[in-house]
């Protein structure tokens, strides 16, 4: 299987480097040992921080056990809009929905009909 090049990483891939960066940094360990020890070279990890390129899952996951995290957290963190004036690349809130085109009025006048009023006594 030929090998290509996935181009540069996307505005998440790049909240998920920055939250690796920032694991890293806030670990015990050098970079240069957590590296090394995840089998990456200097230049594959640090094009994937300046956003070169994007971590692959297989990185992510390698990275996080090497550095006491979970990969869960990693993109959780990620996901969230942590930089003042980031887009998302998707709208947060549904386009709304017209409630004409989705209730079958009928149905609801007769739904209300079954139940008392609230100011009937009687019932």
Not at 83 to 101: I, N, Y
Request: aromatic content about 6%.
């Amino acid at each position: 299987m030929n090998k290509r090049a996935v181009g540069e990483s996307s505005p998440f891939s790049r909240r998920i480097a920055a939250e690796i960066d920032r694991a890293v940094v806030l670990s015990k360990y050098p970079a240069s040992t957590i590296i090394a020890e995840a089998g990456m070279s200097r230049n594959y990890f640090y094009k994937r921080i300046r956003g070169e390129n994007p971590f692959n899952t297989n990185d992510i996951d390698r990275l996080c056990q090497i550095l006491g995290e979970d990969p869960v957290d990693i993109v959780q963190r990620a996901s969230r809009l942590t930089v003042v004036g980031s887009r998302p690349t998707r709208p947060l809130v549904r386009k709304p929905v017209d409630l004409e085109e989705h209730i079958d009025w009928n149905q609801a006048a007769a739904y209300r009909d079954d139940e008392p009023d609230v100011d009937d006594h009687t019932a």
